[in-house]
């Protein structure tokens, strides 16, 4: 299973980006799926999470600028970010907690991760 994420860039303060992350692979099933960011110097914290029925939910520090969803049918998540701000550059990474086989655990499995870069 690999996971692949897209849609990092350099944008304005109060611009805009839109990234998605694409799981590959044999998968039976994924449960949540969420982007995490790691900004230089601090720890990987999580953004947003969703789950396999669409329920959503974001840290406090996003909550009200960006934006999950999912396309269960392409396996996919997006994360759309409005209004984003220089504390929001970061490297984001996707995560999925997947089943490949039946009889088989849950397991994470993370994307190669996208620089996000918001200039002030």
């Known amino acids: 299973v690999q996971l692949q994420a897209f849609g990092g860039g350099l944008v304005q303060t109060g611009g805009s980006l839109r990234l998605s992350c694409a799981a590959f692979?044999?998968?039976?099933?994924?449960?949540?799926m969420s982007w995490y960011r790691q900004a230089p110097g601090n720890q990987r914290e999580l953004v947003a999470t969703?789950?396999?029925?669409?329920?959503?939910r974001y840290s406090h520090s996003v909550a009200g600028r960006f934006t999950i969803s999912r396309d269960n049918a392409k396996n996919t998540i997006y994360l759309q970010m409005n209004s984003l701000k220089p504390e929001d550059t970061a490297v984001y990474y996707c995560n999925a907690v997947i089943r490949t086989h039946w009889g088989r655990d849950l397991a994470n499995y993370w994307g190669q991760g996208t620089l996000v870069t918001v200039s002030s």
């Open positions: 969703i789950s396999s029925g669409l329920s959503d």
């Open positions: 692979g044999r998968i039976l099933r994924i449960n949540d």
